[in-house]
Nanobody, 125 residues
Framework: QVQLVESGGGLVQAGGSLRLSCAASGRTFTSYAMGWFRQAPGKEREFVAAVRGGGNIIAYADFVKGRFAISRDNAKNTVYLQMNSVKPEDTAVYYC??????????????????WGQGTQVTVSS
């Protein structure tokens, strides 16, 4: 079992920055890859970013490249999503997820085994 708890969401103005955190517990942190997904009202959950267990391989959705950065601190069992130059269309509930295959950076939500409860990010124009 893996428990994931997100934090750091909130209200931010367009062009601003926000950092989301996801604290993990329950298994050796490096044994699983981590991903961030988001879901806006009325839309399907979509991939944002992912990082392998070792932190050396990262993937991003095209719409966040150059603006968001995923990182993980394996000593703190925490993965981060640094969000810069945010836009109103980034408004969504953001979820972190754990994939028990540490070597993947899968874009598919169905490939992830554990999910956090989500944290709301609202970007005002």
């Amino acid at each position: 079992q893996v428990q994931l708890v997100e934090s750091g969401g909130g209200l931010v103005q367009a062009g601003g920055s926000l950092r989301l955190s996801c604290a993990a517990s329950g298994r050796t942190f490096t044994s699983y890859a981590m991903g961030w997904f988001r879901q806006a009202p009325g839309k399907e959950r979509e991939f944002v970013a992912a990082v392998r267990g070792g932190g050396n391989i990262i993937a991003y959705a095209d719409f966040v490249k150059g603006r968001f950065a995923i990182s993980r601190d394996n000593a703190k069992n925490t993965v981060y999503l640094q969000m810069n130059s945010v836009k109103p269309e980034d408004t969504a509930v953001y979820y972190c997820a754990a994939n028990l295959d540490s070597r993947t950076t899968s874009l598919k939500s169905s490939h992830y085994d554990y999910w956090g409860q989500g944290t709301q990010v609202t970007v005002s124009s």
